[in-house]
């Protein structure tokens, strides 16, 4: 069975992906996550609770703004399935679901930007070129930066394949490890062009997702076997 590292913090949320096709997922983060203040945390909730459209990237952003589920009655579009599943299980409504990362979800509500009151709460350091392109869509846009993620060093345990869902992680693993005599796999352009500085990488998730990346891992690993 392939050894794969899990690269994230949140090895209880997605190693189940990995198990199901046949891969052993193995804990090897590299990054930690810092959330903003309360203050600022604050501020993003109530900012949310006032929007027409609430553009979500990741289930982290939930979790720290929603931490008893209790999100607002507003329009909510969401980054990958993940994602999605994260909004509606904190009672959520989502009126959109892009499928190939968040510059796509802006395309796909665009209509719906040009007229709403738009919220946006996520990671710093999150794509510039789509914060740009939303703020050329709409002319209300909130962006709160609501945590950090910081690489940090991987421990040494062998795999033979790696999952990257973010370019953090990449930089984290960088720090004590190389992408020689491993399967590298990615969620996402950015992700993937942070693998590239170094080589490309072997696959690519199809949609943002744990369990695309499993699945493109798993085929990938079956052709070449």
Do not use: N
Not at 66 to 78: C, D, G, L, R, Y
Not at 108 to 128: C, K, M, W, Y
Not at 138 to 145: L, R
Request: aromatic share 4%; proline share 7%; charged share 20%.
């Amino acid at each position: 069975m392939t050894r794969v590292a899990i690269t994230t913090d949140r090895f209880d949320s997605v190693a189940s992906a990995y198990a199901l096709r046949g891969l052993e997922p193995v804990p090897i983060p590299c990054l930690r996550v810092e959330p903003a203040g309360d203050d600022a945390l604050t501020d993003a909730r109530e900012a949310a609770a006032d929007a027409d459209l609430l553009l979500v990237t990741s289930p982290r952003t939930v979790s720290l703004l929603w931490p008893e589920q209790t999100m607002p009655e507003v329009e909510v579009a969401a980054v990958g399935e993940s994602t999605a599943a994260a909004v509606t299980g904190s009672g959520g409504r989502v009126v959109a679901a892009g499928r190939s990362g968040l510059m796509a979800l802006i395309d796909t509500v665009a209509d719906r930007l040009q007229r709403a009151r738009v919220v946006f709460p996520h990671a710093g350091g999150s794509d510039l070129a789509a914060s740009q392109k939303l703020r050329q869509l709409t002319t209300h846009v909130e962006e709160y930066v609501v945590y950090r993620t910081v690489p940090t060093a991987p421990d040494m345990t062998p795999v033979e394949a790696v999952s990257f869902a973010s370019p953090s992680a990449v930089q984290g693993w960088l720090m004590t490890r190389d992408l020689e005599d491993v399967v590298v796999g990615v969620i996402g352009k950015t992700t993937g062009a942070a693998v590239a500085r170094v080589r490309p990488p072997d696959t690519v998730a199809t949609r943002p997702s744990h369990k695309a990346l499993a699945l493109a891992l798993a085929d990938h690993l079956e052709k070449t076997a």
